[in-house]
């Protein structure tokens, strides 16, 4: 088929307008997603400056804007222990904050500034992550940003959603519930308070505390759900100033159980983690009639598992006497399950 | 109108690509989530109870650790890290919430794999392993873990980083490796197992090497197929070890010179192969060798227990060795029958006992000097080299049977070998000297290009057709030059040579003084009379740290290294069937370096070195006429058969 000339190159022409457009769309459509995230959440990210500056204390963390306001939500640390306390905002203003209230089992607390307009992460609209969730952790870990530099973006996955342990001494926080571990480093000075997010830009999180799980010496990078931490966030808005929180602690037992009461006699122990090994079985009792024997050993009460006779002696502490308990142990490489109570010999298997 | 359509066409491809890079990020995250889904029902969780709290100087953690079932037969593998700390119970949580009692039915040491067992049926199915061919640099990779929750896994994302790491053991993978996740699986985007979690150090082979790079961006992962071949092994209920072949390799920049063996250890299956110092490795097993680097890469991945054959070139001739690897190279330990032999040459045969040295096995057969041995197990002895090398070839606690002829009779005795003596006995016969004979005379020596001030001293009586020990001295820094006179007299009994050598810096003695030890002794080798099996460097304080380390150094061409109060720091050394080594410590209690200097002792004993340490009265910096006895005392007794 033949044109005349000058349609044919008014064809071209035009072929080569579309081809120009859509080469030059090409990079705006590939910028779009991470950089349009980053774009939406940045300017609410907060540099807080405060008390510390000394050995292992630093006198920064980070922060973000929960409403236009201005409330700032931040990690409860020391960092906050002073009445110089002042935020740098994306854009580079330094202002005065104030603490208006803190919670201590979460470590989480709320900073006022006074201005207005500003942009902010909103908790309404926050998402929930599973593991291998993708996310970002804005943070400014290390101090690293200054001014109006914007903070420090990581990207990672959520290793696991789970409840930190609540067995005594494996972190040294009063919180044992639900957090993000993440597959991401964190754990540094000056990224709590950070902000977790998913890909796309929705919030997922609050970076945690640099915490080590003493249970295999390691260091765990966490963030606190947005779910858990609004209630307590609520609470400081609406005027509480230091949120009590649930006490989560164990009360001991009025009067503990022993295993000699069940009728156990343990093997001595020596050693830190001496093996909890039935030594001797008490004529007439408890674990004679649920059918214990010498060399059984004895591996959960209940749920917990009891590393050492020091970690079962431990865990009969919060059992009271009348209380009916569960023992699991090994024998020839069996696991039996036997149920004892130290008063009436009930014992039922 | 074509021309047109191909445009298009290219635009419309052109207009996708941003679509795909948007698209790829829920993709990806589908396609992590189905493996990991795919691999989780195998993964379980491992709790102990009892064992030890602490592993060498690692604290073993309370909290769960991670395994993977790997058939329907109950078996599953985790980290070997996870039970170093030896349990006395084992629990597993498989993931349909089960628990189980497990044991651990063997440990493969090389490769940190341990192989567990549950007795029971009906287990979740076991993973799919992946093709180790099919594994690439830059493969997603996701670390799974069971270590916090035993309802969930705990991912950890990253690449396949290295192939053939840690000597051919391991994949590297960028993603957190941890006690997270050690002991479990390492999967890729289709939810095959490509490796084990495991921590590992290309520098050390101990149980919890490697843990100190946990979440550093390097983790490592034992290849599937590995894994199998060892679980394989390890069902039959033994222990793997990675072995060992006792050779070293001589040292060259990079270890790119060629692959000369620089020593075999006695008794190892190096010797047992016929390797011998100085033979030139070409091949091993299907490699040729070009480099010496390339023998550790040939050998460290395999198993004690493992055979491999060698090619070798000895001169003009290429001999073919075989090997069998072993998990341990045990000491040698010299054994002795504790005389002193004749030291004058003479024609007959058989060697003619000197001394008996007191509470021997010798002295306790009864044999006496003036005895001459003259078989040793049937055999007729040539002279002392002779018995010397073979009873070196015996082990401590072993029966000889000596035929001995005395003045009065022909008699054959059997004797049981032991270790030579730890003390140094107090007194020790000196021969009575020829009042005629030539009297011992100082000499300076120089050494071209060399600073240091270097005297000797030729002993009353020394003759070109006799053999004399020889000794260089380099004494403490702080304490007097020329104390010549304090040997001198112990030097004319016992027919020593005597060397003082003085630093070359007034303050210390420096690293390059090693040299000229070393020159000094290839002068006095040359220009004197030597006994090969007299042949002694020692120091008091750093001139006595210089000489074991010039001992180490030189190991094959000396006798022995006698030092008091002095560091040793430096390469161990070890005795030697064909090249006997002896190290005398004197230790003053007031030294600082008391304690240091047993644990030394110690350890050098336990690798077989005869150590013997000496209390001494003086000073640790000053050199006292006891220490010039003790000293020339040890060394009449350096040819001790």
């Known amino acids: ?349 | 109108m074509t021309r047109y359509l191909h445009v298009l066409i290219a635009l419309g491809i052109f207009s996708a690509l941003p679509v795909t890079a948007t698209a790829f990020d829920s993709l990806g995250q589908d396609a992590a989530r189905n493996a990991v889904a795919k691999v989780a029902p195998s993964v379980v969780q491992i709790e102990t109870v009892g064992g030890n709290d602490r592993v060498g100087e690692f604290a073993v953690g309370t909290g769960p650790t991670t395994g993977l079932l790997i058939d329907d037969e109950g078996y599953m593998v985790s980290s070997s890290i996870n039970f170093a700390h030896s349990p006395s119970g084992i629990l597993v949580r498989l993931s349909d919430g089960r628990r189980q009692a497990a044991h651990l039915v063997a440990t493969d040491h090389h490769r940190k794999i341990a192989l567990l067992k549950v007795d029971t049926a009906d287990l979740p199915p076991a993973p799919v392993f992946a093709d180790g061919k099919q594994v690439r640099v830059g493969q997603w990779a996701i670390a799974v873990g069971r270590a916090f929750d035993a309802q969930h896994v705990n991912v950890a994302v990253g690449i396949i980083s290295a192939l053939d790491r840690v000597w051919g053991k391991a994949l590297q993978t960028d993603a957190a490796i941890s006690p997270n996740n050690y002991g479990g699986p390492l999967i890729n985007l289709r939810g095959e197992v490509v490796g084990l979690l495991v921590p590992m150090s290309p520098a050390s082979d101990e149980e919890v090497a490697g843990v100190e790079w946990y979440d550093s961006g390097i983790g490592f992962a034992v290849p599937s197929d590995q894994v199998l071949q060892a679980v394989n092994r390890l069902k039959a209920g033994e222990d793997l070890h990675g072995g060992l072949v006792g050779m070293s390799i001589k040292k060259s920049i990079a270890m790119s010179g060629p692959a000369i063996v620089s020593s075999v250890v006695p008794n190892s299956p190096a010797e047992k192969a016929g390797l011998k110092k100085g033979d030139r490795i070409v091949r091993v097993g299907e490699t040729n060798i070009g480099r010496s680097a390339q023998i550790k890469y040939e050998l460290a991945a395999r198993y004690a227990g493992d055979a491999f054959n060698m090619l070798v070139r000895r001169g003009d001739e290429t001999i073919h060795c075989d090997a069998t690897l072993v998990a341990k190279l045990e000491p040698y330990w010299c054994p002795v029958l504790g005389i002193l032999p004749e030291r004058q040459e003479s024609e007959e045969k058989g060697v003619l006992v000197r001394l008996v040295l007191p509470e021997s096995p010798a002295a306790r057969a009864a044999i006496v000097s003036g005895d001459r041995i003259v078989s040793l197990d049937g055999e007729p002895v040539a002279d002392a080299a002779d018995l010397r090398a073979q009873i070196a070839r015996r082990k401590p606690a072993e029966k000889v049977t000596l035929e001995l002829e005395t003045p009065a009779e022909r008699k054959k005795l059997d004797v049981q070998l032991e270790v030579t003596a730890t003390t140094l006995p107090d007194t020790l016969a000196i021969p009575v000297i020829d009042p005629e004979a030539k009297p011992g005379r100082e000499i300076s020596l120089t050494l071209p290009e060399r600073k240091n001030e270097i005297k000797a001293y030729l002993p009353k009586g020394y003759a070109e057709d006799r053999q004399h020990g020889l000794l260089v001295w380099m004494r403490s820094v702080t304490d007097e030059p020329g104390k010549m006179g304090l040997w001198k007299q112990h030097a004319d009994g016992r027919g020593i040579i005597v060397v003082l050598m003085e630093p070359s810096s007034k303050e210390r003695w420096l690293p390059g003084d090693a040299d000229v030890v070393r020159d000094v002794l290839r002068l006095c080798k040359k220009r004197y009379s030597v006994d090969p099996n007299r042949l002694v460097v020692g120091g008091q304080a750093g001139g006595g740290a210089l000489a074991y380390r010039t001992a180490a150094r030189q190991r094959d061409e000396l006798s022995g290294c006698a030092v008091l109060d002095a560091r040793l720091t430096g390469s161990r050394i070890t005795d030697h069937p064909d090249n006997p080594f002896r190290l005398l410590i004197g230790r003053s209690d007031k030294s600082r370096l008391a304690e240091g200097l047993d644990r030394a002792a110690d350890l050098l004993r336990k690798g077989g070195l005869p150590v013997i340490t000496l209390p001494r009265n003086g000073a640790p910096d000053r050199l006292t006429d006891q220490d010039t006895a003790a000293i020339t005392r040890w060394i009449d007794l350096l040819d001790e058969i």
């Not at chain 1, 009348?322 to 142990?329: A, W």
Request: aromatic share 6%.
């Open chain 1, 1 to 349: 088929m033949t044109l005349s000339r000058s349609t044919t190159t008014c064809t071209i022409r035009r072929v080569l307008f579309f081809l120009l457009v859509t080469v030059a769309a090409v990079p705006a459509r590939a910028e779009s997603s991470l950089n349009k995230t980053l774009r939406q959440v940045q300017p609410a990210m907060v540099k807080v400056y405060g008390a510390g500056g000394f050995r292992g204390l630093e006198a920064y963390q980070s922060g973000f804007l929960i409403s236009p306001e201005g409330h700032i939500l931040t990690a409860y640390s020391t960092v906050l222990d002073t009445t110089m306390l002042h935020v740098v905002l994306d854009d580079g203003r330094h202002l005065d904050a104030k603490l208006l209230g803190g919670d201590a089992r979460l470590d989480i607390a709320v900073l006022k500034v006074d201005a207005e307009g500003l942009p902010f992460l909103d908790l309404d609209k926050a998402a929930e992550a599973e593991p291998g969730t993708p996310i970002l952790a804005l943070s400014n870990m290390f101090g690293v940003a200054m001014g109006n530099e914007p903070v420090t973006v990581q990207q990672g996955v959520v290793s696991i959603v789970t409840d930190l342990d609540a067995r005594r001494g494996t972190f040294e926080i009063p919180y044992t519930g639900r957090v993000y571990i993440l597959d991401a480093v964190t754990n540094n000075p000056g990224a709590a308070g950070g902000a977790l997010i998913t890909r796309d830009g929705r919030l997922l999180a609050m970076l945690g505390k640099e915490l080590r799980n003493a249970r295999n010496n390691t260091w765990i990078n966490y963030a606190l759900p947005v779910g858990e931490l609004r209630p307590s966030v609520d609470a400081i808005m609406a005027g509480e100033r230091v949120v009590a929180g649930i006490d989560l602690g164990r009360p001991k037992a009025v009067r503990p159980l022993t295993p000699r009461a069940l009728g156990l006699v343990l093997v001595p122990d020596v050693v830190p983690r001496t093996p909890p090994y039935v030594d001797a079985v008490l004529d007439d009792s408890a674990a004679s009639e649920a059918g214990l024997r010498p060399d059984d050993l004895i591996v959960f009460l209940d749920d917990a598992l009891v590393p050492s006779c020091r970690a079962l002696y431990d865990e009969l502490q919060y059992r009271d006497h009348f209380e009916v308990v569960r023992l699991t142990v090994l024998r020839d490489r069996q696991l039996l399950e036997v149920e004892l109570s130290a008063e009436g010999k009930v014992a039922r298997q």
